[in-house]
Nanobody
Framework: DQLVESGGASVQRGGSLRLSCTASDAFRCMAWFRQVSGKEREGIASVDKTSAVYSDFARSTKGRFTIFRDYGENRIDLQINALRPEDTGIYYC????????????????????WGQGTQVTVSS
């Protein structure tokens, strides 16, 4: 069971990125987390095979982050617009073999499967 993220890059403030996570297995639930400097890993959004989407957008991320799921490819994407320096960090993909539970976004340990992360750096 493997998760591989891609799409991280160094961009300027105001730019956009689309991160992807491809899974080797058909997980029911897939999610995006991030860890920015000095903070604990935080959940962004999750989506499961019923198309249920949960999000835990902080005020700073709401409206700029969108999660997409490609069921045929066992892949989720995270579209990030209007990037800010405070978005700099490592973005992780996580997965679970059961259907997503909304509270899992506040509890990273709920997810047993993780990717290695992809670095996003936003310069001002």
């Amino acid at each position: 069971d493997q998760l591989v993220e891609s799409g991280g890059a160094s961009v300027q403030r105001g730019g956009s990125l689309r991160l992807s996570c491809t899974a080797s297995d058909a997980f029911r639930c897939m999610a995006w987390f991030r860890q920015v400097s000095g903070k604990e890993r935080e959940g962004i959004a999750s989506v499961d095979k019923t198309s249920a989407v949960y999000s835990d957008f902080a005020r700073s991320t709401k409206g700029r982050f969108t999660i997409f799921r490609d069921y045929g490819e066992n892949r989720i994407d995270l579209q990030i617009n209007a990037l800010r320096p405070e978005d700099t960090g490592i973005y992780y993909c996580a997965a679970h073999k059961w259907y997503c539970q909304s509270y899992w976004l506040k509890s990273p340990s709920s997810y047993p499967y993780w990717g290695q992360g992809t670095q996003v750096t936003v310069s001002s």
